[in-house]
């Protein structure tokens, strides 16, 4: 895998602030073959409100602001919203928080919540993280951790080393995670983290939210590392 | 690299020795090497004249023959000079034990002495070290020999940042009967580090497990260990120091709070194959378990006692220690029950933990290890051995050790540690079969042969 231009630019525009936005960091994802959910970014009412019309089922709207790294701090994600009125007035609230012009506006994904991760190790180069997800991770601390790049075996045995292996295998009759588009994930993403090397600090992918079918990246933080 | 010069030495010169101080570092190790090692020593003192009757030269360069080995233990704004006048000499590689390096803010002239080293292909340890200990060949620690306690020859190449935790851990060494093969205290590791070990005691013919205390790796320097370990064909033990959390920067994420760097270190060394061990006891239970039994095992561990009591306790521990014991076939209770001795015939609980009860003979235990050994849920078998039991022979750890080489199974046994039942211990040990002194030993020997699957 190379450093496509596109994610050149992106690191390079992001690096003043010290980290990358939401939707240029899924943008950078993307180009390396992660799955993202459909989205726009978008100050104009008109705009989100044709994409909830356009989908299938509710959108998720997140406020895009330099200034805000964690966004539930600044109640700066609304999940779940099904109508037009309700998209309108969460979307000015968010475009009136600090230094939001703009709002990104996706299909929302449900499923289980994974956190998937990466840290610039000191001693080691990248490593990368995986759990379960939410806004609780810090507070279970349930990880795995592993050298990047990691093969598909090593997977497999980060999910067996976890308090919350059950989730993603499935119990009391509720669907897992679709282990092979997990696998697949985490070890593209690995692997994109030693082209990262030279920039990233941490990555948080938090929560990738896992089907049955699919895993798709609902949140993106990249924390560069300072020049 | 050829380390042999090293570790290996015939001949050394140990500069620094003074004329007036008979303790002074450089004169204890040219006194201790002199007098008890086959490694021919030269003392050197720029003032020259003699020491004990001995000549000290001015400079390398006066010794007539070649040396293999300097150990230099001058000030540290000498050492430059005194490491180039070693190369031009030829002297093949050094030990530095000098300190006022890097650790005490002199990053210059640490630097300036590995620059000239590198370019002359001049290998060294240290600087601020202990050196290199080689049970036979030869002792650079500046400790006097009567005042420390040395492990035998044996198999373990044992690998210290600190030169203090080294000396401390050939005492746990020595006490355990443990051997080294070499121990050596990298000290600054400005030249030879951690991966360096790592290729020497690969290609050692007398190591068969290497050993590390770690403090903390420079920068990426645990990917390029890992990197080595992960190539090693022996086993490699870490003990890791420094497991506190450290402060990581305000506005992270999630991910480099979780992400400590001790939490990393360790899983990544479990990732690879090193087998960390939690603290020093377990270093030495490790090591012993691992110079017998190079490969790796599931964790599936049997569990052979004449004491109930004991079994259960073992049970426990490998519980523990994240090892399982699972049941034993019905066909493995049946056979083992139909040979067991009439005595105890009934009253054997045939289940894992087997309980073969104190009226048990030695023909007993051997058929019940023989017959786990055989079992296919099984892939390590531990023997609790109380030899206050009169029907337990005293050549029970030979006889045992026949029926474990015969099964190729991994058997670890635990016999008291008393005086008394040396003969039972030395016949397991001399068998290459290892003997723990505690119930919770053996379980851990165990857990050290967990640290990577069978192929």
């Known amino acids: 895998m190379v450093m496509t231009a596109q994610m050149q630019k992106i690191i390079a525009d992001a690096q003043p602030m010290g980290w990358i936005l939401e939707p240029q960091a899924k943008k950078l994802l993307a ?51 099904q109508d037009p009125d309700t998209l309108a007035q969460h979307m000015e609230r968010l475009l009136s928080l600090k230094g939001c012009s703009q709002v990104l506006v996706e299909e929302m994904v449900s499923g289980i919540e994974i956190l998937v991760g990466a840290k610039n190790d000191v001693q080691f180069g990248p490593v990368v ?21 990691v093969t598909p075996a090593d997977v497999y045995s980060m999910v067996d080393s976890l308090g919350a292996k059950p989730v993603f295998y499935g119990f009391r009759s509720r669907p897992g995670v679709n282990m092979e588009a997990l696998t697949q994930m985490v070890v593209t993403f690995s692997h994109q983290l030693m082209d990262l090397e030279p920039h990233f600090e941490s990555i948080d992918l938090n929560p990738v939210i896992c089907t049955p079918d699919r895993c798709v990246v609902a949140d993106a933080r990249i924390m560069l590392l300072k020049k | 690299m050829d380390l042999s010069c090293l570790f290996r030495p015939s001949s050394m010169a140990v500069i ?24 021919q020593t030269f003392a050197v003192n720029p003032k020259g004249g003699s020491l004990n009757r001995e000549p000290l030269y001015r400079s390398v360069a006066d010794i007539e023959i070649p040396v293999d080995l300097a150990v230099i233990a001058v000030r540290a704004r000498f050492v430059p000079d005194v490491v180039s006048q070693c ?29 000239m080293a590198a370019r002359a292909d001049f290998p060294f340890v240290g600087p601020n070290c202990l050196g290199i200990y080689s049970p036979d060949a030869v ?40 051997g080294v093969s070499s121990a050596v205290s990298i000290g600054n590791k400005a030249c030879l580090r951690e991966t360096d070990m790592i290729d020497w005691f690969e290609q050692d013919l007398a190591t068969r497990v290497i050993a590390f205390y770690i403090e903390g790796f420079d920068c990426r320097e645990g990917r390029d260990f890992i990197k080595r370990a992960e190539a090693c064909s022996k086993p490699i033990v870490v003990l890791k120091a420094g497991k506190t959390a450290r402060g990581i920067a305000a506005a992270s994420s999630h991910t480099a709070s979780m992400a400590g760097d001790y939490r990393v270190f360790s ?75 009439p005595e105890i015939q009934q009253i054997a609980a045939l289940d894992n933990p087997v309980d073969l009860t104190g009226s048990c003979v030695d023909a007993d235990i051997l058929t019940s290890v023989r017959h786990l050994s055989r ?40 016999v008291p540690k008393e005086d008394k039942y040396k003969i039972i211990t030395e016949g397991f040990a001399l068998n290459k079969i290892p003997v723990a002194s505690s119930v919770e030993g053996a379980v851990l020997m165990a857990k050290a042969l967990k640290r990577c699957r069978p192929w």
Do not use: W
Request: glycine fraction near 12%; charged fraction near 20%.
């Open chain 1, 129 to 149: 993280v995986l759990g379960p997800g939410g806004t609780g991770v810090e507070l279970y601390n349930d990880t795995a951790i592993r050298l990047a790049p």
């Open chain 2, 16 to 39: 620094g020795v003074s004329t007036s101080h008979d303790s002074h570092p450089a004169n204890v190790i040219y006194n201790k090497n002199h007098l008890r090692y086959p490694v």
């Open chain 2, 87 to 115: 190369i031009d000499k030829g002297i093949k590689g050094a030990v530095i034990i000098s300190g006022g390096f890097a650790e005490s803010g002199s990053k210059d002239l640490q630097n300036q002495v590995a620059d």
């Open chain 2, 139 to 178: 002792d650079t620690f500046f400790l006097p020999g009567e005042r420390i306690i040395h492990p035998k020859k044996g198999n373990i190449g044992f690998v210290s940042q600190s030169g203090g935790v080294l000396v401390d851990q050939m005492v746990k060494f020595a006490g355990e009967g443990i």
């Open chain 2, 267 to 341: 899983q990544i060394m479990q990732q690879h194959c090193v087998a960390e061990a939690d603290t020093e006891y377990e270093l030495t239970s490790f090591c012993e378990a691992l110079s017998c039994y190079p490969k790796g095992i599931f964790g599936n561990v049997g569990i052979v006692s004449v004491s109930g009591g004991h079994g259960v306790v073992a049970a426990d521990a490998c519980g523990h220690h994240g090892l399982d014991i699972p049941r034993i076939a019905a066909a493995t209770a049946d056979t083992i029950r139909a040979r067991l001795s």
């Open chain 2, 375 to 414: 079992d296919r849920n099984l892939d390590c078998i531990l023997a609790l051995l109380l030899p206050y039991s009169p029907g337990i022979s005293a050549d029970i750890g030979a006889k045992l050790s026949q029926v474990a080489r015969n099964e190729g199974k991994p058997l670890i046994a635990y």
């Open chain 1, 31 to 81: 180009d390396s073959g992660l799955g993202i959910p459909e989205g726009i970014v978008t100050d104009s009412f008109d705009t989100a409100q044709k994409f909830l019309a356009a989908g299938a089922g509710p959108v998720v709207i997140k406020a895009v602001s330099a200034d805000i790294v964690h966004k539930t701090e600044h109640q700066a994600v609304v999940t779940g919203i």
